[in-house]
């Protein structure tokens, strides 16, 4: 180090700040807004940090990445309903229940490539949003407002939002954390080099499916406890969480970021909410500023957000 | 006579109405350096990917040290000490050169379903792979990304990743191609240097060096085999004076 801060650690940093700092703002302010703005790019940060890994890490391009949002949102509000409200049983069978439709998914898709695992990524998906939309005891296309949060016992209380809130950031950095060790252990490089050249991959000996499984169930296991918080934060489920546009929003989040990039996803989905957000308040068509917007970041800025900054990690 | 390392018997494989391999019949022995040569489109490259397993063919059979490996996948043959370099350069483009070379020791050090430490740092990865760069002149350049390296710098970590697999058996896909001449020699002291170490099968487009390296040589032409011998019997052979030498 030569004493000069380079901008990504700064951004970083600031970030960290921010995020810490949201819920005493909140208090001193007095208004709950912003509290439940972020709240929602914690999650959805979750959500696009397992997205990366797979589409950034591994370059599997799944188009149907809600799917797992949904399930893991479904499994809390139908076994609410059917009066399990324990969250210690809930969290589990959310991320098992989308951990096991990953490795359904990623049984059939893994073995196409390109396009046909796009399409199929966003078959898979499709078919589990008219599954949900089907299911009439839950809400079907109205969806179903679930009238208690997670029960973890009375001194965790998810009620709390600004516990809820430092729960769902504790559970990000740890996903992030995780992932970080992950990318570089000996499974982490054998998906990195499958999405760099899988033919050399398999000659030089590897069984590369898989490896590729595997790290699709964990990204999908990943991805249901999101589904399981968003379901927590909004008490509400419905079939449009899961619509293939809100698997497109964040693929978006991931590639703003910054693909296969450690905090990419999280830079990349605060900057989509907080825009849409900004926008939302000066237009009626945020789309119109935000589809420019990632065609200039897809066509000049091939690392994101955070390859702008600069200190992109090498191979 | 040990029994081959390799036999080949009767290897057919069409494609459409074209005939790239017709019934192939073929021993190599134990750390012999065997080359395959013949002209352009005499069916090399298709025996090359018959051997590794990533062309499947119509009839005939594969014995690897005594066992039919005609059926096995790719990567189980890879397991079982067959190790091949490409044709054309294909590498983990951003990756550095150790780190090419390493996983390729990677994949032979048991299952990869390690989640937690950080391989880059294994010592177990680490000095098996910079000892294979150090065996193809490779060390100075093991940091540099491989697509900052040059076309022969690759060529030569393409045999670096096959040599750090530990094969039992390397098959070589014409790895002088495209070499500009001072490469080409550094990559034939190369191949002089680990002649005798290991068993080798090398295609090759290029018949100087076949006959100054090779201690056995078959003459492919149209898929079929028309001489095989040592190089005095092959350069004397009339058939392959007319179908390939006569030419020069």
Known sequence: ??????????????LLVVLALIPPYTTLTGSAFVMTLFTRVLI??????????????????????????GIGGYAVGILWKEGISSGLVQWPVAIGASMLFALAVGALSLRTRGVYFIMITLAFAQMIYYVAIGLDRYGGDDGLTIRQRSQFGPLFDLNNKALFYYLCLALLLASMFFVARLVDSRFGLVIQGTRSNERRMRAIGFATFRYRLVCFAVAGAMCGLAGALLANQ????????????????????????GLGSLFGPL?????FLLLEEALSRVTEYPGLILGPTLLLVAIYLHGGIEGLLGARRDG | MAEPLLRIDGLTKRFGGVIASDAITLDIERDEFHAVIGPNGAGKTTLIGLLAGEIAPQDGTIWFDGDDITALAVHRRSRLGLARSFQITSLFADFTALDNVALAVQAHDGHSFRFWSNARREAALREPAQAALSRVGLSHRADVRVDRLSHGEQRQLEIAMALATKPRLLLLDEPMAGM??????????????????????????????????????TVLVYGRVIASGDPATIRADAAVREAYLGTS
């Open chain 1, 1 to 14: 180090m030569t004493g000069r801060i380079n901008p990504r650690t700064a951004l970083i940093v600031a």
């Open chain 1, 44 to 69: 959805l940060s979750l959500a696009a940090v397992s997205l990366n890994l797979i589409m950034g890490y591994g370059g599997m391009v799944s188009f149907g990445h809600a799917a797992y949002l």
């Open chain 1, 234 to 257: 909004t008490n509400f489920i419905s079939p449009a969480m899961m619509y293939w546009t809100r698997s497109g929003d964040l693929m978006v989040m991931v590639v703003l970021g």
């Open chain 1, 267 to 271: 830079i990349g989905t605060a900057t």
């Open chain 2, 180 to 217: 500009g001449p001072d490469e080409s020699a550094r990559m034939l002291a190369m191949l002089r240097d680990i002649k005798g170490t290991i068993t080798l099968l090398l295609i090759e487009h290029d018949v100087e060096t076949v006959f100054a390296l090779a201690d056995r040589i």
